[in-house]
């Protein structure tokens, strides 16, 4: 009896490794590549972003599904809803209490 032939195609790769997500991207405010960091604590279910040039933060919620690409893009949907809301004129404008009196006493003198 005979050996039994070797098979003449090559093994397949087999499970190969995958490229481990970015957690740097491009801020949108100064426009830096790489400088946007995020980090995420799912113990507390936060993510942070923040940018090490401009110093611009966000924060959001996450699970554990969330991924950092995820926090990048919610950071991006907000930052278009906020503009949005500014050309749309629905931004109220917020006063600290010390410029309210201010206001109060000019307008008091003025009379």
């Not at 004129?89 to 010390?98: C, E, L, Y």
């Not at 201010?102 to 003025?110: K, L, T």
């Amino acid at each position: 009896m005979g050996k039994r032939k070797k098979s003449s195609r090559k093994p397949a790769a087999g499970a190969q490794k995958k490229k481990p997500l970015d957690t740097t991207f491009t801020c949108l405010f100064c426009h830096h590549e790489k400088s946007a960091n995020v980090k995420i604590d799912r113990k507390e279910g936060v993510a942070t972003l923040v940018c090490r040039v401009c110093g611009q933060r966000f924060q959001g919620r996450v699970n554990h599904l969330t991924e950092p690409i995820d926090v990048y893009s919610e950071w991006i949907d907000a930052a278009d809803a906020a503009q949005k809301d500014i050309e749309d004129g629905d931004v109220r404008r917020v006063t600290a209490s010390g410029s309210r009196s201010r206001q109060r006493v000019e307008a008091s003198d003025e009379e």
